[in-house]
């Protein structure tokens, strides 16, 4: 999905509060925030580094109502249209998922970029909240 096959896209989210210090932190210091974590962790190399941008989202949360079930379905049929993306994690796949989910989702499409038939989709499939589970 990225015109130049040297390059790779690649999004960070960051958890923020509208109005805490890294909501409003500004743009070009939240992708150098961003590009020295990556650089620590030995993902990236800042100089390699071409371009960005910041997306705030306020309230970004999943919502299940009456209409989920047909709305997603509609969301996952036309993903399933583009046969090089794998949706991952809570915002990829417009669902509830806890970090464990989303990052099992990530692992199952790496793993399908090499060859395996994961489905994303399954991951976090059952109807209840395991964090509310007595």
């Given at each position: 999905?990225?015109?130049?096959?040297?390059?790779?896209?690649?999004?960070?989210?960051?958890?923020?509060?509208e109005?805490?210090?890294?909501?409003?932190?500004?743009?070009?210091?939240?992708?150098?925030?961003?590009?020295?974590?990556?650089?620590?962790?030995?993902?990236?190399k800042?100089?390699?580094?071409?371009?960005?941008?910041?997306?705030?989202?306020?309230?970004?949360?999943?919502?299940?109502?009456?209409?989920?079930?047909?709305?997603?379905?509609?969301?996952?049929?036309?993903?399933?249209?583009?046969?090089?993306?794998q949706?991952?994690?809570?915002?990829?796949?417009?669902?509830?998922?806890?970090?464990?989910?989303?990052?099992?989702?990530?692992?199952?499409?790496?793993?399908?970029?090499?060859?395996?038939?994961?489905?994303?989709?399954?991951?976090?499939?059952?109807?209840?909240?395991?964090?509310?589970?007595?």
């Amino acid at each position: 999905m990225v015109p130049d096959k040297k390059h790779v896209a690649l999004g960070l989210e960051y958890f923020a509060t509208e109005g805490d210090d890294l909501w409003e932190m500004p743009d070009k210091k939240l992708i150098d925030l961003a590009l020295n974590e990556l650089e620590q962790i030995h993902l990236g190399k800042k100089k390699d580094y071409v371009d960005g941008f910041v997306i705030r989202v306020p309230k970004a949360y999943p919502v299940y109502d009456s209409t989920y079930p047909k709305n997603i379905k509609i969301v996952r049929d036309y993903l399933e249209k583009i046969k090089n993306l794998q949706p991952i994690g809570r915002y990829g796949m417009f669902k509830y998922n806890n970090m464990d989910h989303s990052i099992l989702t990530g692992i199952y499409a790496a793993d399908n970029i090499l060859g395996a038939k994961n489905n994303v989709w399954e991951v976090n499939a059952d109807q209840e909240y395991h964090e509310e589970k007595k």
